[in-house]
T-cell receptor, first 111, second 112 residues
Framework: GENVEQHPSTLSVQEGDSAVIKCTYS??????FPWYKQELGKRPQLIID?????GEKKDQRIAVTLNKTAKHFSLHITETQPEDSAVYFC??????????FGTGTRLKVLA | NAGVTQTPKFQVLKTGQSMTLQCAQD?????MSWYRQDPGMGLRLIHY???????DQGEVPNGYNVSRSTTEDFPLRLLSAAPSQTSVYFC???????????FGPGTRLTVL
């Protein structure tokens, strides 16, 4: 079945540095790739997404890249700040409408 | 708009008891889904629905039932609770199955 692998599981960076989280998916029919941020005790919330007809998308300090040939996509956060500390989840979905999430990356931004 | 609401926020059950987790949304979304979140395992899809009267299984459906009689409501039923079902449960909704999902606040369930 569909599978999404996410790496790393934990990531510590110094404030101001960049952070990169990578996901690999198995279903070649996947066409929508969102990223969610979950703060401690809160619900997941969308931070950025990309569709299969686009290779890269940016929103201020956050960007997502997609390589459909290799079946992987990545989240890039530049100029990290303490409030970026959270758990980040990638996800993908296809025409089957099964939304499959990665196992999450705990990002710590050290002041 | 209230968005996605879930009740209860917390629940403790004994093994073998049954209960229903409630989920409602007021955004007229067609797609609704239930996830469980366990430490280190991310969000796993239990069941989902693409519209009223239509439901389908996700990754981990065993021990759970759902129904979708209206666009707004998508309850999750635990038939006979087991300790392995101790988890945080999130309901979510979106316009379609390939759009932003809006999550409810979650229900923390403990089965003793």
């Amino acid at each position: 079945g569909e599978n999404v692998e996410q790496h790393p599981s934990t990531l510590s960076v110094q404030e101001g540095d960049s952070a990169v989280i990578k996901c690999t998916y198995s279903d070649s029919a996947s066409n929508y790739f969102p990223w969610y941020k979950q703060e401690l005790g809160k619900r997941p919330q969308l931070i950025i997404d990309i569709r299969s007809n686009v290779g890269e998308k940016k929103d201020q300090r956050i960007a997502v890249t997609l390589n459909k040939t290799a079946k992987h996509f990545s989240l890039h956060i530049t100029e990290t700040q303490p409030e970026d500390s959270a758990v980040y989840f990638c996800a993908c979905t296809s025409g089957t409408y099964k939304y499959i999430f990665g196992t999450g990356t705990r990002l710590k931004v050290l002041a | 708009n209230a968005g996605v609401t879930q009740t209860p926020k917390f629940q403790v059950l004994k093994t073998g008891q049954s209960m229903t987790l409630q989920c409602a949304q007021d955004m007229n979304h067609e797609y609704m889904s239930w996830y469980r979140q366990d430490p280190g395992m991310g969000l796993r899809l239990i069941h989902y629905s693409v519209g009223a009267g239509i439901t389908d299984q996700g990754e981990v459906p065993n021990g759970y039932n759902v129904s979708r009689s209206t666009t707004e409501d998508f309850p999750l039923r635990l038939l006979s609770a087991a300790p392995s079902q101790t988890s945080v449960y999130f309901c979510a909704s979106s316009t379609t199955g390939t759009d932003t999902q809006y999550f409810g606040p979650g229900t923390r369930l403990t089965v003793l």
